[in-house]
């Protein structure tokens, strides 16, 4: 049996925190959402994205500047709190029982890191039906565009989503990650901390439950960025579904009909659409032999967290 002391309390919690982070780093190596989302440090309870509309593109100088006023879109990302804890029991460790906590802390600080993955899964998840800067649904079938530069004018519909028709498969989305604002927006208040509490003053849970106690709590929520940078289509992913939403966003453009040079560089696919994603994009040759016009495209990501 096992004395606790200070010193074995202080050399436990050390051990606990170093299987935590060293989880946590390795998990978040691999994440997805700082491929496709633009990580956002919040310093409030919600952050305004009062910019998210159209920035004016360069023009020669002739004369004075012509001041362009970026849209007050007004879209807003309130932070949510998120928190996972395990109780250790102090008799566990004065049996010298607290060996098998370290896998459990270890799973924590995965979680952690694979936390905004599942945030930005389930955002893109709910695009068709979960409104964007403009009002719209990010992926939707009738974004306003409008003809002139200042907004004004008749808007044309534009679309960035394919519904599938009457027989809707598992989505699959293109996406354009390359600009400095990608599709998707992760916001922090906080970092994941990683919290230990085993004083028992002042403390019931530690003084009454004779429980020691291991937690993580994180600040955070996702939102929309551009949905010109995203498509989603739910028809057959194939030569021709790819060709036909390719083109869409290529020919995506800014309010008075400049266009945004969108080319999309990954598609984001669930596990159901692993082996056609595959077969499209990473076959060299088809046909009997013919050059795959697809081959290396995009680049293939498969999201486990996408239902």
């Known amino acids: 049996m096992a004395l606790i002391t200070p010193a074995l309390l202080t050399a436990l919690n050390t051990g606990l925190k170093k299987s935590y ?13 700082e491929r496709v989302s633009t990580t956002v440090p919040s310093g409030t309870t919600s952050t305004t994205y009062g910019w998210l509309g159209d920035f004016p593109a360069l023009q ?25 804890t395990v109780g250790v029991k102090r008799t566990d460790i004065e ?7 370290a896998p459990l802390v270890a799973s924590m600080g995965q979680e952690a890191a694979q936390h905004p993955d599942k945030m930005i899964a389930a955002l893109i998840a709910a695009g068709d039906a979960a409104t964007c800067y403009d ?16 907004g004004t004018g008749v808007a044309a519909s534009v679309s960035n989503y394919d519904d599938g028709g009457g027989s809707p498969g598992p989505a699959w989305y293109l996406l354009d990650t390359r600009k400095a604002l990608r599709p998707f927006i992760f916001q922090e208040r906080t970092r994941p901390e990683f919290t230990v509490l085993t004083d028992p003053k002042g403390n019931d ?7 020691y106690l291991y937690g993580i709590r ?19 992913l194939d030569a021709a579904g790819f060709a036909a939403a390719r083109l869409a966003m290529r020919k995506f453009t800014a309010d008075g009909g400049r266009p945004l040079g969108i ?38 990501i498969v999201n486990p967290w996408l239902p």
């Not at 049996?95 to 906590?101: A, L, N, S, W």
């Not at 849970?205 to 429980?211: E, L, N, R, Y």
């Not at 929309?224 to 940078?229: A, D, I, L, T, V």
Request: glycine letters at 8%; hydrophobic letters at 40%; proline letters at 4%.
């Open 95 to 101: 049996d010298d029982q607290y060996g098998h906590y």
């Open 218 to 236: 994180y600040r955070c929520n996702a939102g929309f960025g551009f949905w010109q940078m995203a498509y989603c289509s739910k028809g057959t």
């Open 263 to 300: 080319n999309p560089n990954i598609i984001m696919v669930s596990p159901d659409n692993e082996a056609a994603a595959r077969a499209l994009f990473e076959t060299m040759l088809i046909g009997g032999g013919n050059s795959n016009p697809h081959y290396k495209a995009v680049e293939i």
């Open 135 to 150: 009002g719209q649904y990010f992926f939707d079938i009738d974004h306003p565009v409008y003809p002139n530069h200042d």
């Open 60 to 84: 020669e100088w002739v004369g004075d500047r012509v001041i362009k006023d970026m849209k007050a879109a007004g879209y807003e990302i309130l932070n949510k709190l998120f928190e996972a």
């Open 21 to 33: 982070q060293d989880a946590y780093a390795e998990m978040r190596v691999n994440a997805v959402f």
């Open 205 to 211: 849970q530690v003084f009454m439950k004779d429980q």
